[in-house]
């Protein structure tokens, strides 16, 4: 790209003119520099129980909402630690002991340098989701589940970890969280296909049957290694 006073040339020869200002999308640091320095330090070392609350304050009255990164996508988390936070604040749910906090951060810590050789603020994507729905009571119990609804049960375990998932049950569950989960595996697969079965066709039956099918497959194949 070549720039002058007022324009800027790309490689394919078009120019784009009466330009304000360019930005360089080429990253960013987690930066909290409003708040009190040992607090910041204390967010950057990661001393956050579940990168959600700082574990040194001695009041539990401010929350770190999205400061860390994930193997999947970034919303969902973001709900449920917004979740998890109001819920603390409104005396709902209860947070451990300032050294249970502390442990727990630190467990993770060294999870972390063993994996990446440094802390980084980085979680597994599901079971991190899975967590914080537990602190608020919005995970669903899948032999429950099983029981009440089989197939909505296999698509949850099965399926995409939809964030509907955590609608299903606990506080402010939404009574079309199942009908959605249901729903959403065919909305994704008509979305980009030209041509789809009819919605009143069984695609449900057919997932169940493809599913079995590979998981008989790699019993197979396992079974026969111990042979």
Known sequence: MELAATSARFADGTTLEDTDAIIFATGYDICCNFLDQRL???IRNL???????PTKLAHHTLAVIGAGQ???PIFPILELQSRWAVSVFKGASKLPDSATMSKDAQAHKDWLIKAFGHP??????????DDLATQIGAR??????FLKDPLLAYLYYFGPAYPYHHRLVGPHAWEGAAAATKDAYYNTLSSVRTSFTPRDTDWSKTYILGTCLLLGVVSAMIILTWL
């Open 40 to 42: 910041e330090a204390d």
């Open 47 to 53: 001393d956050i129980y579940k990168f959600v609350f």
């Open 70 to 72: 994930s193997n999947g």
């Open 120 to 129: 980084k603020p980085v979680r597994n994507n599901i079971p991190y989701r």
């Open 140 to 145: 669903p119990n899948l032999v429950w589940l």
